[in-house]
């Protein structure tokens, strides 16, 4: 029974019951590491997940790990699936907005080479593609993957290879139909007008498009910044037109950064790029930069001016593209 107390005194629990509910967030805790002990004895004996520590240590938590010759398709769906795909087609699981490219199709932006083919405008040589996996694309949901071994690198860049390969060939087949059929009274029959002399002769011409292009020539190394340079280079900004997209401060904010019909390629809306936030998805290096104004970024409204601006104006605006960082 509760014990009656004199007025003013309040109600008091029983000593025992006092005890054990001053001992119950103890022995909650005590249940709580016990029942970890227990299941940490039954784990060892389950099949080892991907990323279980009995994984890792066996050297199963990752595909070919150890392999000198690591399986690309596998990395791929492992790693890229999600966003590009199994087929490397753009839609995958995560279902972006806008999408991620489908290679092949879309256009690659960052490039070292100044070929225009139809179906990815400068083709990137094997060193782009694995730069970007090993950087990363900042600002978009495309991530770092330095955290994988080279050998693992290099099989993803070959995989995307074989990607833009066999898109190529399947979509000028598609075009060479379309035009067959339209050209033709009676229609184009598939199974009797492709001969094997024809699908040999779209393979080569996409063997021709996905072929790396030439290489320009980057300053090397490259010059050190002067309160000159950096001056002139501002007027180079200016000169060039390159407020009308990334604004007078250069903050992305232009007028046509405003116009509805500013837009990429595939439809999307085009967005200059705030230089003052340091992030540049193509590197923030001084010859990444370099590179993205003398050849452009193809699919988008960014254009080539390494025609048209000589190659010291290039090299004092990216000195001033870097000192908007600090701003």
């Given at each position: 029974?509760?014990?009656?107390?004199?007025?003013?005194?309040?109600?008091?629990?029983?000593?025992?019951?006092?005890?054990?509910?001053?001992?119950?967030?103890?022995?909650?805790?005590?249940?709580?590491?016990?029942?970890?002990?227990?299941?940490?004895?039954?784990?060892?004996?389950?099949?080892?997940?991907?990323?279980?520590?009995?994984?890792?240590?066996?050297?199963?938590?990752?595909?070919?790990?150890?392999?000198?010759?690591?399986?690309?398709?596998?990395?791929?769906?492992?790693?890229?699936?999600?966003?590009?795909?199994?087929?490397?087609?753009?839609?995958?699981?995560?279902?972006?907005?806008?999408?991620?490219?489908?290679?092949?199709?879309?256009?690659?932006?960052?490039?070292?080479?100044?070929?225009?083919?139809?179906?990815?405008?400068?083709?990137?040589?094997?060193?782009?593609?694995?730069?970007?996996?090993?950087?990363?694309?900042?600002?978009?949901?495309?991530?770092?993957?330095?955290?994988?071994?080279?050998?693992?690198?290099?099989?993803?860049?070959?995989?995307?290879?074989?990607?833009?390969?066999?898109?190529?060939?399947?979509?000028?087949?598609?075009?060479?139909?379309?035009?067959?059929?339209?050209?033709?009274e009676e229609g184009f029959d598939?199974?009797?007008?492709?001969?094997?002399?024809?699908?040999?002769?779209?393979?080569?011409?996409?063997?021709?498009?996905?072929?790396?292009?030439?290489?320009?020539?980057?300053?090397?190394?490259?010059?050190?910044?002067?309160?000159?340079?950096?001056?002139?280079?501002?007027?180079?900004?200016?000169?060039?037109?390159?407020?009308?997209?990334?604004?007078?401060?250069?903050?992305?904010?232009?007028?046509?950064?405003?116009?509805?019909?500013?837009?990429?390629?595939?439809?999307?809306?085009?967005?200059?790029?705030?230089?003052?936030?340091?992030?540049?998805?193509?590197?923030?290096?001084?010859?990444?930069?370099?590179?993205?104004?003398?050849?452009?970024?193809?699919?988008?409204?960014?254009?080539?001016?390494?025609?048209?601006?000589?190659?010291?104006?290039?090299?004092?605006l990216v000195h001033y593209v870097?000192?908007?960082?600090?701003?």
């Amino acid at each position: 029974m509760n014990e009656i107390l004199p007025p003013g005194q309040g109600f008091r629990l029983p000593k025992f019951r006092l005890i054990i509910l001053m001992l119950s967030p103890f022995l909650l805790i005590g249940g709580v590491v016990a029942s970890g002990f227990a299941v940490n004895r039954v784990l060892p004996e389950q099949p080892a997940g991907p990323y279980s520590k009995t994984g890792l240590t066996t050297g199963t938590s990752l595909p070919d790990v150890e392999v000198e010759n690591p399986d690309g398709n596998k990395l791929f769906l492992l790693h890229c699936a999600n966003c590009h795909g199994a087929k490397g087609d753009g839609v995958g699981l995560a279902g972006l907005n806008p999408r991620a490219r489908y290679f092949g199709y879309d256009k690659f932006k960052f490039v070292s080479t100044t070929n225009a083919a139809k179906t990815g405008g400068g083709m990137p040589t094997d060193d782009d593609l694995f730069g970007t996996l090993k950087r990363g694309i900042a600002g978009s949901p495309m991530p770092s993957f330095g955290h994988l071994p080279d050998a693992q690198l290099w099989a993803l860049v070959g995989q995307v290879r074989k990607f833009v390969r066999v898109e190529v060939i399947v979509q000028r087949m598609k075009d060479s139909v379309k035009t067959k059929a339209e050209l033709s009274e009676e229609g184009f029959d598939e199974k009797s007008d492709w001969s094997p002399v024809a699908i040999e002769k779209m393979r080569q011409m996409a063997e021709m498009e996905v072929a790396v292009g030439l290489s320009f020539a980057l300053p090397n190394p490259f010059p050190e910044s002067t309160p000159e340079g950096i001056a002139h280079g501002k007027l180079i900004f200016e000169k060039a037109a390159c407020v009308s997209c990334h604004g007078t401060n250069g903050k992305g904010d232009g007028p046509q950064s405003k116009d509805p019909k500013f837009l990429n390629e595939n439809g999307t809306k085009a967005v200059p790029r705030d230089l003052t936030a340091g992030l540049f998805k193509g590197g923030a290096a001084p010859d990444h930069i370099y590179s993205r104004v003398f050849l452009g970024i193809p699919g988008t409204p960014m254009p080539m001016s390494g025609l048209t601006v000589p190659p010291q104006d290039i090299i004092d605006l990216v000195h001033y593209v870097k000192s908007l960082e600090q701003r």
